[in-house]
């Protein structure tokens, strides 16, 4: 029998090319374009997976994950992002994902991750964030928690006011 798959992205070629590509991996698919769509599709019946977009043209993905995992707590649904970072991930696992890939996200990564056992740890990423890169977004994500109050955020992170503010003027190291 056939696994149940719901893939929802706003980018028609790629919703595209992933439903026929997870097709030929044995999934039955059925694909939607919107937030609004996939919480129809999602009332009519439970799905053993779902592949979710971050950012759609009229939702969160992470509200459309907690809504599948309130409707069937077992479907395993992946979070796919354009916008990767360490928050976006933490906020992807608390709603119910059972993992978090930044795209462009090959199919047999996406496959993977879907099918894999939760015991199972993932292979080490290609091309890890750098340590001053973690910090960075970290700094950030306190920085706008704190809307963008300077001295409050250096209070929450235990530094000098101006340390944080050299920090914030510059541009994030990279990846």
Request: proline residues 6%; aromatic residues 6%; glycine residues 4%.
């Amino acid at each position: 029998m056939n696994k149940t798959l719901l893939v929802v992205d706003d980018d028609l070629p790629f919703r595209e090319r992933l439903s026929r590509s997870m097709e030929k991996k044995g999934f039955e698919v059925v694909s939607a374009e919107s937030f609004s769509m996939a919480s129809e599709i999602i009332m009519s019946k439970n799905y053993d997976y779902a592949i979710v977009d971050m950012r759609l043209s009229d939702g969160s993905g992470l509200e459309l994950i907690k809504k599948i995992q309130n409707k069937s707590p077992s479907t395993r649904s992946l979070l796919l992002t354009g916008y990767g970072n360490i928050a976006t991930a933490v906020a992807a696992i608390k709603s119910g994902a059972i993992d978090y890939l930044p795209k462009p996200a090959e199919v047999d990564q996406i496959y993977d991750a879907l099918t894999n056992s939760k015991e199972v740890l993932p292979p080490p990423p290609e091309n890890p964030m750098t340590a001053d890169r973690i910090r960075w977004e970290h700094i950030q994500r306190v920085f706008v928690q704190c809307n963008r109050n300077v001295s409050e955020t250096a209070r929450r992170l235990r530094m000098h006011r101006r340390t944080l503010q050299r920090i914030l003027n510059k541009h994030a190291p990279r990846e």
